[in-house]
């Protein structure tokens, strides 16, 4: 058996932390950890034999600090580095205005910030107590036989100022380079601060999710109504909703009628009728009326809290093109390092200066810094999956996310996917009278059939010798008639005429007064309202098939109106079949296959990516590679949409995030760089790799402007 550890850890970085951490658990039997670098969290599949602490005490001998992960951490870090931040900011600025002084025609001249020791003094405090965390960062990464961002950035900084006091300790005039070490510390925590901030914006998919959830309940026992927080409610509790209020928990309705706003959690966006004995989803909001419900499902059994478990586990999870990501900056700081030691001994063997030398050298330091492409995938898996979870569309990781966009074949369950799931009255034929004798027989029978016949008409009449003919029909004697009521089959065994009735993949139940069919219903599984469209829009990018266990002829009268190609209706296949239809398909294609989530399970299951439509059961959310929360096939189309927007935003940051790397680096290393130059496009660069992930918020999708 295995169970699930889900952690916050401290100290991290880069994406080199992140992947020392994850390769140092990896090593361990049992273990198969996934480290996710801008949410600071790490979610752990452990054997029942190893326990959290030697979970916790494994990450921190590589030196990073872990919790059980029970809450959203507070933003107590971020407001830290604000303050370092700005004073370290206050201490540079006479730094910064003493190098603009040196340069030639500067209106600013300030003589006495010149003065060494006076730079000394504001550099200082900069370096060892502001830039402390560098150089306890780099010491505890050194120490477990990794390198990762710090290790730079304490190398780039400690080399400029430690050269700064030999030149005070050996020259009256000396090259002093205290500016290049504490603005490049400023303008690494600012760009630290700007890339916490935009961070913190990608997970407002999850904050907006937990904010749903009502702070208290309004619990009735013996008449007397108390308000009590939400944590006291438990299962068979009696709560009382008001109009305006919140749904506390996942209930069932035992007394009034209201409509729900179900929207923030399935994307419908009409309210819901709910009466006695319908359910209802914590979070969801009363609009209007009183309801009294009975607590069914509470804390982390609701589907609230599975809902943000699962877009949790898919913003942690790594997306394939992430795990190639983690690899080049698992072996790109030693490289850089390698780097600047090169351009130091090539500058200084030009030139003979180690002023002249160390400059570039620093700045190939800085500019290499590995953190935007440590940001480029998961921050955009982040807010894709974000998007998704606010529009109903749970994926599952950033595996699904990523492949959804590869499939090359789309195949619908036919009954309850593009058709409402009920059997409907379409079109009457035949005699008032026959119609209502056998609505009225119909009243005893449990067929599916017969429950649209009812529900088409109410009528009552005195039967006699009534008998039900399993898998035919029904029969009875109303008002002295001897009526029959069934299938075509069973008026043919019976050697009736049938009459020449015709109604579009229709399914006809025959009604026989006396030996005479006097009247027909024709009845068929609806289409839903917005198949065709949904359809429509993911013929233009992928091939659409029906997979059915109903008759042929019913099937591809159905598919022509969506406009499915008749070679592509799979009808007439058993339950057990629809897996070896989907592998059949797979043998040169990618698959995606849309079913219940439940009946349609194996089939689901088989495909490269399974997708639960409008079900939000417990077996979806845990089965699915994505889940549906409402019932507009338009959200199948968003998925796609969504997962190919998703994937060319992560190849756009892994773009400048690789070419930023490949054109900074030489030309740091041949001196057109300053130092503090280079630290300011590192910054920039991790902030632009953030603010583009975040741009996927404001991308308008078809399919989702289509379905509104």
């Known amino acids: 058996m295995s169970k699930t550890i889900e952690l916050n850890i401290e100290g991290m970085?880069?994406?080199?932390?992140?992947?020392?951490?994850?390769?140092?658990?990896?090593?361990?039997?049992?273990?198969?950890?996934?480290?996710?670098?801008?949410?600071?969290?790490?979610?752990?599949?452990?054997?029942?034999?190893?326990?959290?602490?030697?979970?916790?005490?494994?990450?921190?001998?590589?030196?990073?600090?872990?919790?059980?992960?029970?809450?959203?951490?507070?933003?107590?870090?971020?407001?830290?580095?604000?303050?370092?931040?700005?004073?370290?900011?206050?201490?540079?600025?006479?730094?910064?205005?003493?190098?603009?002084?040196?340069?030639?025609?500067?209106?600013i001249h300030l003589p006495m910030l010149m003065n060494p020791w006076l730079q000394l003094a504001l550099a200082t405090p900069v370096q060892f107590i502001i830039g402390a965390p560098f150089y306890q960062g780099a010491y505890k990464s050194l120490r477990s036989g990794s390198a990762n961002m710090d290790v730079l950035v304490a190398l780039g900084t400690s080399a400029a100022y430690f050269y700064s006091v030999f030149e005070m300790s050996a020259h009256a005039m000396p090259d002093l380079y205290f500016e290049t070490s504490a603005i490049l510390i400023t303008l690494v925590l600012l760009g630290k601060v700007l890339e916490a901030r935009a961070k913190d914006r990608t997970t407002g998919a999850i904050e907006t999710l937990l904010s749903l959830q009502a702070a208290q309940a309004t619990v009735v026992e013996d008449g007397i109504e108390r308000r009590i927080p939400i944590e006291q409610v438990v299962p068979g509790m009696q709560l009382l909703v008001k109009p305006g209020e919140k749904i506390p928990t996942d209930s069932r309705v035992t007394a009034g009628v209201a409509y729900l706003d179900e929207s923030m959690l399935t994307g419908e966006p009409l309210p819901q009728h709910k009466q006695p004995g319908d359910t209802v989803v914590g979070g969801t909001l009363n609009t209007n009326g009183h309801l009294t419900i009975e607590a069914v499902k509470v804390g982390a059994d609701t589907m609230l809290a599975q809902i943000v478990r699962v877009v949790e586990q898919a913003q942690t999870e790594k997306a394939p093109i992430q795990r190639q990501a983690d690899r080049i900056s698992g072996i790109f700081v030693p490289v850089v390092v390698t780097l600047a030691v090169l351009t130091f001994a090539a500058w200084y063997?030009?030139?003979?200066?180690?002023?002249?030398?160390?400059?570039?050298?620093?700045?190939?330091?800085?500019?290499?810094?590995?953190?935007?492409?440590?940001?480029?995938?998961?921050?955009?898996?982040?807010?894709?999956?974000?998007?998704?979870?606010?529009?109903?569309?749970?994926?599952?990781?950033?595996?699904?996310?990523?492949?959804?966009?590869?499939?090359?074949?789309?195949?619908?369950?036919?009954?309850?996917?593009?058709?409402?799931?009920?059997?409907?009255?379409?079109?009457?034929?035949?005699?008032?009278?026959?119609?209502?004798?056998?609505?009225?027989?119909?009243?005893?029978?449990?067929?599916?059939?017969?429950?649209?016949?009812?529900?088409?008409?109410?009528?009552?009449?005195?039967?006699?010798?009534?008998?039900?003919?399993?898998?035919?029909?029904?029969?009875?004697?109303?008002?002295?008639?001897?009526?029959?009521?069934?299938?075509?089959?069973?008026?043919?065994?019976?050697?009736?005429?049938?009459?020449?009735?015709?109604?579009?993949?229709?399914?006809?139940?025959?009604?026989?007064?006396?030996?005479?069919?006097?009247?027909?219903?024709?009845?068929?599984?609806?289409?839903?309202?917005?198949?065709?469209?949904?359809?429509?829009?993911?013929?233009?990018?992928?091939?659409?098939?029906?997979?059915?266990?109903?008759?042929?002829?019913?099937?591809?009268?159905?598919?022509?109106?969506?406009?499915?190609?008749?070679?592509?209706?799979?009808?007439?296949?058993?339950?057990?079949?629809?897996?070896?239809?989907?592998?059949?398909?797979?043998?040169?294609?990618?698959?995606?296959?849309i079913g219940d989530g439940i009946n349609d399970a194996p089939a689901l299951a088989t495909a490269d990516v399974g997708i639960a439509l409008g079900s939000g059961t417990d077996v979806a959310l845990e089965a699915a590679d994505v889940t549906l929360l409402g019932h507009d096939l338009h959200q199948v189309a968003t998925a796609i949409e969504l997962s190919e927007q998703t994937m060319k935003n992560i190849r756009q940051n892994l773009f400048w995030a690789l070419a930023y790397n490949t054109v900074g680096i030489p030309v740091a290393a041949i001196g057109l760089l300053a130092p503090w130059l280079a630290g300011a496009a590192m910054a920039f660069s991790s902030v632009s790799v953030v603010l583009n992930a975040l741009r996927l918020k404001r991308i308008k999708l078809t399919a989702a402007a289509e379905e509104k």
């Open 13 to 107: 970085t880069c994406a080199a932390c992140s992947a020392r951490i994850e390769k140092v658990l990896n090593k361990m039997d049992g273990v198969e950890a996934t480290v996710n670098l801008p949410l600071e969290t790490a979610r752990v599949e452990v054997t029942d034999d190893i326990t959290e602490q030697a979970i916790i005490e494994k990450i921190k001998k590589v030196g990073y600090g872990a919790t059980i992960k029970e809450k959203p951490r507070e933003k107590k870090h971020d407001r830290k580095l604000l303050i370092r931040f700005i004073v370290s900011a206050i201490l540079s600025l006479p730094l910064l205005l003493s190098m603009v002084s040196h340069i030639p025609n500067s209106p």
């Open 349 to 593: 063997f030009m030139t003979g200066s180690i002023g002249e030398a160390i400059r570039p050298a620093i700045a190939v330091l800085v500019i290499a810094c590995p953190c935007a492409l440590g940001l480029a995938t998961p921050t955009s898996i982040m807010v894709g999956t974000g998007k998704g979870a606010e529009r109903g569309i749970l994926f599952k990781g950033g595996a699904q996310l990523e492949q959804l966009q590869h499939v090359d074949a789309v195949v619908f369950d036919k009954t309850g996917t593009l058709t409402l799931g009920q059997p409907v009255v379409v079109k009457t034929f035949g005699t008032e009278l026959s119609l209502d004798f056998a609505a009225a027989l119909e009243k005893r029978s449990e067929h599916p059939l017969a429950l649209a016949i009812t529900d088409e008409r109410d009528v009552v009449f005195d039967i006699e010798g009534f008998e039900a003919l399993a898998g035919h029909g029904v029969s009875g004697t109303i008002m002295g008639n001897k009526v029959e009521v069934g299938s075509p089959r069973m008026m043919t065994e019976r050697g009736y005429h049938l009459p020449d009735w015709s109604y579009p993949a229709a399914t006809f139940v025959y009604v026989a007064v006396d030996g005479t069919v006097e009247g027909g219903y024709a009845i068929r599984d609806e289409l839903k309202p917005t198949s065709k469209a949904a359809i429509s829009l993911i013929k233009k990018t992928k091939e659409v098939y029906m997979l059915t266990g109903d008759r042929r002829e019913v099937a591809e009268t159905l598919a022509a109106e969506l406009g499915i190609p008749r070679e592509n209706v799979l009808a007439e296949v058993l339950p057990v079949e629809k897996a070896e239809q989907i592998k059949r398909l797979q043998q040169n294609k990618k698959v995606a296959m």
